[in-house]
């Protein structure tokens, strides 16, 4: 049988494209020297908008406080989690995901809240950003002397905003979605799609999820900063070699790629936080891979 990567590959030679020009250049990217490691920070309440680039958010500027640069030491979402989290005593804290990248993972956070696993949005393919909201608050009262990170998927693909759903595919491997493209980057790659309507989609997405910072400031204690992961390239040559990357592979640490926001929001009251004895039990959860498909890992 006909490995399932494989076949994917065949029905999708773009993607194979992708890899080889990602291989090509990884080895010859120049990293910033200065990336940040997040748990190292002083904040008490972290929000990470998934794939939010620093000049994104920048641009929109929906805030009344300043929008500093910092570099991510990660250019992925599981490099994010490796980088971060992974052999690291995260026990004061509490991570609220949308991401199906954490069930990959053995980590000791206090607790970890797959918002995925419950409110996984079948037409849309993500976890719409109140859901996260939502369950940030409940986490927030239910563990008051934990850190919070608050992990949203937008303006991560899949775009659901208007522009976004006029765009064929919506950025999942899956073959028996009507085109011989896959991932959104590949088909900007392969010219299939404009990078005006992927920017816009992009920021429409970025719009959908910023709303939700008011009721999460308005609802719990303590210091909140708003970040991101990674951010995403447009057809940058990130080395000598004459080779445009799109998206956000791992391992491609192109300053343009790590820069990330860095914005810290006044407040009143600081959250006091403590150990907890043990981190919370790893779950096994049967549904992953095809979330990871629905946005594009896999």
């Given at each position: 049988?006909?490995?399932?990567?494989?076949?994917?590959?065949?029905?999708n030679?773009?993607t194979i494209?992708r890899?080889?020009?990602?291989?090509?250049?990884r080895p010859?990217?120049s990293p910033?020297?200065?990336?940040?490691?997040?748990?190292?920070?002083?904040w008490?309440?972290?929000v990470?908008?998934?794939?939010?680039?620093?000049?994104?958010?920048?641009?929109?500027?929906?805030?009344?406080?300043?929008?500093?640069?910092?570099?991510s030491?990660?250019?992925?979402t599981?490099?994010f989690?490796k980088?971060n989290?992974?052999?690291?005593?995260c026990r004061d804290?509490v991570?609220?995901t949308?991401?199906p990248q954490?069930?990959?993972?053995?980590?000791?956070?206090?607790?970890?809240e797959?918002?995925?696993q419950d409110?996984?949005d079948?037409?849309?393919?993500?976890?719409r950003?109140?859901?996260?909201?939502?369950?940030?608050?409940d986490?927030g009262?239910?563990f008051?002397d934990?850190?919070?990170?608050?992990?949203?998927?937008?303006?991560?693909?899949?775009?659901?905003?208007?522009?976004?759903e006029?765009?064929?595919?919506?950025a999942?491997?899956?073959?028996?979605?009507?085109?011989?493209?896959s991932?959104i980057w590949?088909?900007?790659?392969?010219?299939?799609?404009?990078?005006?309507?992927?920017?816009t989609?992009?920021?429409?997405?970025?719009?959908?999820?910023?709303?939700?910072i008011?009721?999460l400031?308005?609802?719990?204690?303590g210091?909140?900063v708003l970040?991101s992961?990674h951010?995403n390239?447009y057809g940058?040559?990130?080395?000598?070699?004459p080779v445009r990357?799109?998206?956000?592979p791992?391992?491609i640490h192109?300053?343009?790629l790590?820069?990330?926001?860095?914005?810290?929001f006044?407040?009143?009251?600081?959250?006091?936080t403590?150990?907890?004895?043990?981190a919370a039990?790893s779950?096994?959860?049967?549904d992953?891979?095809?979330?990871?498909?629905?946005?594009g890992?896999?």
């Amino acid at each position: 049988m006909i490995n399932k990567r494989i076949k994917r590959g065949i029905q999708n030679p773009e993607t194979i494209k992708r890899k080889i020009r990602i291989n090509l250049v990884r080895p010859f990217v120049s990293p910033s020297p200065s990336r940040i490691q997040f748990l190292e920070q002083d904040w008490d309440i972290l929000v990470v908008l998934d794939a939010c680039r620093y000049d994104l958010l920048a641009e929109a500027n929906p805030f009344d406080v300043p929008i500093e640069k910092v570099h991510s030491n990660a250019s992925h979402t599981r490099e994010f989690i490796k980088q971060n989290f992974v052999n690291t005593d995260c026990r004061d804290t509490v991570y609220v995901t949308s991401s199906p990248q954490f069930a990959d993972f053995d980590l000791s956070f206090a607790h970890i809240e797959h918002v995925w696993q419950d409110h996984w949005d079948e037409d849309l393919q993500t976890v719409r950003p109140e859901h996260v909201t939502e369950a940030a608050i409940d986490l927030g009262s239910e563990f008051p002397d934990k850190r919070l990170i608050i992990h949203y998927m937008q303006p991560h693909y899949p775009f659901i905003g208007s522009t976004g759903e006029k765009i064929d595919e919506q950025a999942t491997f899956g073959p028996n979605r009507g085109s011989k493209y896959s991932s959104i980057w590949v088909q900007l790659a392969a010219g299939q799609v404009s990078e005006e309507t992927v920017r816009t989609a992009y920021r429409e997405n970025l719009d959908l999820v910023t709303p939700e910072i008011d009721q999460l400031r308005s609802e719990l204690q303590g210091k909140l900063v708003l970040t991101s992961d990674h951010g995403n390239l447009y057809g940058k040559q990130v080395s000598w070699l004459p080779v445009r990357i799109h998206g956000h592979p791992p391992g491609i640490h192109d300053p343009e790629l790590t820069a990330v926001p860095w914005v810290e929001f006044p407040y009143e009251e600081r959250r006091k936080t403590i150990h907890a004895d043990e981190a919370a039990d790893s779950e096994q959860f049967d549904d992953v891979e095809q979330r990871l498909r629905d946005l594009g890992y896999r």
